[in-house]
T-cell receptor, first 113, second 112 residues
Framework: DGGITQSPKYLFRKEGQNVTLSCEQN?????MYWYRQDPGQGLRLIYY???????QKGDIAEGYSVSREKKESFPLTVTSAQKNPTAFYLC????????????FGSGTQLSVL | QKEVEQNSGPLSVPEGAIASLNCTYS??????FFWYRQYSGKSPELIMS????GDKEDGRFTAQLNKASQYVSLLIRDSQPSDSATYLC????????????FGAGTILRVKS
């Protein structure tokens, strides 16, 4: 089945530690996105990539980094510079001509120990 | 004005009733409008997309768009307890490179 796979489902970060969230898609979508969701708030865009080896900052990129070495993969690293990382992280993808219609992975809940 | 605004709710409706969810947006040039359903602890699921003025129906769901009033709504007919979720409105916004901007969501509770 085609879809977007995020792992792990739950992740715990120690102070000063970098952690990486995985996102893989087999939908053959060109564009991929990372969103952060805090309780009671809408989704906020962290980074997005429209093509391999290229990505752009979203609204809240500080403290995060990404790479796009393969079309299928768009991992997100939450660095130690992100002082408030506890949130639900969502990876999404879309294909051109759909007006940015997004399909989401199942999400990763990141918490701080 | 926020880019995309929704009443946070909760909106409570009895089973079998029509639930009406509303969303306003700030960018007059927006072209793409989406409704996502999100259950607690789960990821958003696309349930409706609409691109032109008027109504679009899909099963029990109807999306309504009025670009002049910058207003998009979602009607759920014959509401079921399984419809209880948070409904997110998303609109593309030119100021953000035409990327989607999401509202904070409306919590819907359908009581049996």
């Amino acid at each position: 089945d085609g879809g977007i796979t995020q792992s792990p489902k739950y992740l715990f970060r120690k102070e000063g530690q970098n952690v990486t969230l995985s996102c893989e898609q087999n939908l053959n979508h060109d564009a991929m996105y990372w969103y952060r969701q805090d309780p009671g708030q809408g989704l906020r865009l962290i980074y997005y990539s429209q093509i391999v080896n290229d990505f752009q900052k979203g609204d809240i990129a500080e403290g995060y980094s990404v790479s796009r070495e393969k079309k299928e993969s768009f991992p997100l690293t939450v660095t130690s510079a992100q002082k408030n990382p506890t949130a639900f992280y969502l990876c999404a993808s879309s294909t051109p001509g759909t007006g940015e219609k997004l399909f989401f992975g199942s999400g990763t809940q990141l918490s701080v120990l | 004005q926020k880019e995309v605004e929704q009443n946070s709710g909760p909106l409570s409706v009895p089973e079998g009733a029509i639930a009406s969810l509303n969303c306003t947006y700030s960018d007059r040039g927006s072209q793409s409008f989406f409704w996502y359903r999100q259950y607690s602890g789960k990821s958003p699921e696309l349930i409706m997309s609409i691109y032109s003025n008027g109504d679009k129906e899909d099963g029990r769901f109807t999306a309504q768009l009025n670009k002049a009033s910058q207003y998009v709504s979602l009607l759920i007919r014959d509401s079921q307890p399984s419809d209880s979720a948070t409904y997110l409105c998303a609109v593309n916004h030119r100021e953000y490179g035409n990327k989607l901007v999401f509202g904070a969501g409306t919590i819907l509770r359908v009581k049996s």
